[in-house]
């Protein structure tokens, strides 16, 4: 196996350590865990530190056009972009995405990215917080999915797997909320409960893990100097 062959398992390897002991660990997504679970994730390793529109595109929508992908993540291991930057490269691929489908996108995408602090304000500035992967990250998440998944409010039971998530919490929020409000908010109560300074001890860890793997095969690959 080559050195980019290994980069590309170990960003997989980090990735799944964040979606396993975090998002699923903690309850952050409820339908995350089934959805793996049933292997209706992918993860896709792309390996240039400045990946160009194409190299991006092309697997934005090959899978967009495999209705067995649910929710596929981009991992940029190389990338050095920083979480503002990422915000806006997201604005510019969803456009092209929109416009390949003839103004009918059939992905939502979202930038997760490992620099971000624990504000607790509200549910919605503790989002970034939540979505400290341990590379920049797209998630592409089918728009039709999310349907489904909204058509389950007020009760939320359609495709949410109520053992992946403190279900005391989320059923705690107001039920006429939208879905991924009430998520959010389910969100902020646990990390309030958990504490944010234990939160983030398991998140470092995770990042820590990153940057030893790494470094093993490419000691220019260090973590981006973030908010931590």
């Known amino acids: 196996m080559s050195d980019e062959e290994r980069l590309a398992v170990e960003a997989v390897r980090v990735y799944r350590r964040y979606a396993v002991e975090i998002v699923e660990g903690l309850g952050f997504c409820p339908y995350a865990e089934r959805t793996r679970l049933e292997g209706r994730t992918r993860e896709v390793p792309i390996l240039s530190a400045i ?3 194409a190299e991006v595109l092309d697997p934005i929508e090959r ?10 993540l981009l991992l940029f291991p190389r990338m050095t972009l920083g979480r503002t930057a990422l915000g806006r490269w997201v604005e510019h691929l969803r456009k092209r995405h929109g416009e390949a489908r003839g103004g009918a996108p059939v992905l939502a995408i979202e930038g997760f ?8 304000s509200s549910a919605e500035r503790l989002t970034p917080f939540v979505r400290r992967t341990p590379d920049p990250t797209l998630q592409l998440t089918r728009l039709d999915v999310l349907e489904r998944v909204r058509r389950g409010t007020p009760t939320g039971t359609a495709f949410v797997d109520p053992a992946s998530m403190d279900l005391e919490a989320f059923l ?11 998520i959010a908010q389910s969100n902020l109560r ?3 409960e958990r504490g944010v300074a234990s939160v983030r ?6 990042l820590e893990d990153r940057d030893a793997a790494y470094a093993a095969l490419e000691p220019g690959i260090v973590r981006r100097a973030g908010t931590r």
Not at 172 to 182: F, G, I, M, W
């Open 63 to 72: 899978i967009a056009d495999d209705a067995s992908i649910e929710i596929a």
């Open 172 to 182: 705690s929020v107001d039920a006429k909320a939208p879905l991924h409000e009430r």
């Open 113 to 120: 990215h490992p620099d971000a602090a624990a504000d607790t």
């Open 201 to 206: 001890r398991a998140m470092d860890a995770i």
């Open 51 to 53: 990946p160009t529109d």
């Open 190 to 192: 646990t990390v309030c």
